[in-house]
Nanobody, 123 residues
Framework: VQLQASGGGLVQAGGSLRLSCAAS????????MGWFRQPPGKDREFVAV????????EYADSMKGRFTVSRDNAKNTVYLQMNSLKPEDTALYYC?????????????????WGQGTQVTVSS
């Protein structure tokens, strides 16, 4: 199993980034996909989730209206479009896969994790 996150980088406040996570080694289209992040010195936190079909999505309150999660099951890839970035969005961003559980906001619900991609937002 491999989850390869990419697309992070340094961006000014108000800018945008699109993260990608390419998955392999498991039946991608059957798994819920989530994004989490870990700011410097803080715990890992939920960002967004998309269900296997891609129809249902959910976001942490601070990301609503700014971030959009989507997936392409034909490409085994999940995306996180991040707009209107703020310095407080600076973090290591992880993608994760869950054989659908009950609470998508909990990191413990996820079976597989990527290595993370760094997002740094300057003020």
């Amino acid at each position: 199993v491999q989850l390869q996150a990419s697309g992070g980088g340094l961006v000014q406040a108000g800018g945008s980034l699109r993260l990608s996570c390419a998955a392999s080694g498991y039946p991608f289209r059957r798994y819920t996909m989530g994004w989490f992040r870990q700011p410097p010195g803080k715990d890992r936190e939920f960002v967004a989730v998309v269900t296997p079909s891609g129809i249902y999505t959910e976001y942490a309150d601070s990301m609503k209206g700014r971030f959009t999660v989507s997936r392409d099951n034909a490409k085994n890839t999940v995306y996180l479009q991040m707009n209107s970035l703020k310095p407080e969005d600076t973090a290591l961003y992880y993608c994760a896969a869950s054989n659908p559980g009950s609470n998508y906001r909990l990191a413990s619900e996820y079976d597989y994790w990527g290595q993370g991609t760094q997002v740094t937002v300057s003020s």
